[in-house]
């Protein structure tokens, strides 16, 4: 009897870990040509910048020295090594795609599609408050890897009216 409780017990792992969805942070494309991480100075060729501001104090969590804004779109920025990377995605006129891999996102992108591309069920999509945001969002969160390992970050998709309107870098506090 133990043995085929231990047998079982295998075959849930192995099962469970092939299904487990999960994406590689350092693989998104913002509008075809902006990656995560990138130095500040490839950040200015690429995209015209609207605002570098200190980090609130309502982030006071966060170890950015700065955030820089692209319309709504955010990157904490590093003194230490020049570094830009990616918290927030806010589909507007000024980002207007993002790719991982051959996928590509816009705010045509419906809560079906992301359900589809990552072979789950509506069970996963839930109801999400934003500070500042008074519109009824919903949310599906997708494992983050970076450099190949599995962390603790997540990786936000948050809709509108079931079309994708915002991408949220998640870590814990």
């Known amino acids: 009897m133990p043995k085929k409780i231990i047998f079982f017990l295998l075959l849930i792992l192995i099962t469970s870990k092939g299904y487990t969805q999960s994406i590689e942070t350092s693989d998104f494309l913002i509008n075809e040509k902006i990656t995560s991480p990138i130095a500040i100075k490839d950040l200015k060729s690429l995209?015209?910048?609207?605002?570098?501001?200190?980090?609130?104090?309502?982030?006071?969590?966060?170890?950015?020295?700065?955030?820089v804004y692209i319309g709504r779109t955010y990157f904490e920025y590093y003194d230490s090594t020049g570094l830009c990377h990616i918290n927030v995605i806010n589909f507007d006129d000024k980002i207007l795609s993002v790719s991982f891999g051959k996928w590509q996102l816009s705010r045509e992108t419906s809560v079906k599609d992301i359900l589809l591309k990552f072979k789950m069920s509506e069970d996963h999509v839930a109801p999400i408050d934003l500070y500042q945001d008074s519109r009824k969002l919903t949310y599906l969160a997708i494992q983050a890897k970076q450099r190949g390992k599995v962390y603790d970050g997540s990786i936000l998709f948050i809709f509108f009216k079931n079309k994708l309107t915002r991408i949220d870098f998640w870590e814990p506090s």
Do not use: C
Request: charged share 30%; proline share 5%; no cysteine.
């Open 47 to 67: 995209i015209k910048i609207d605002s570098i501001v200190k980090v609130p104090d309502a982030m006071d969590m966060s170890t950015a020295d700065a955030l």
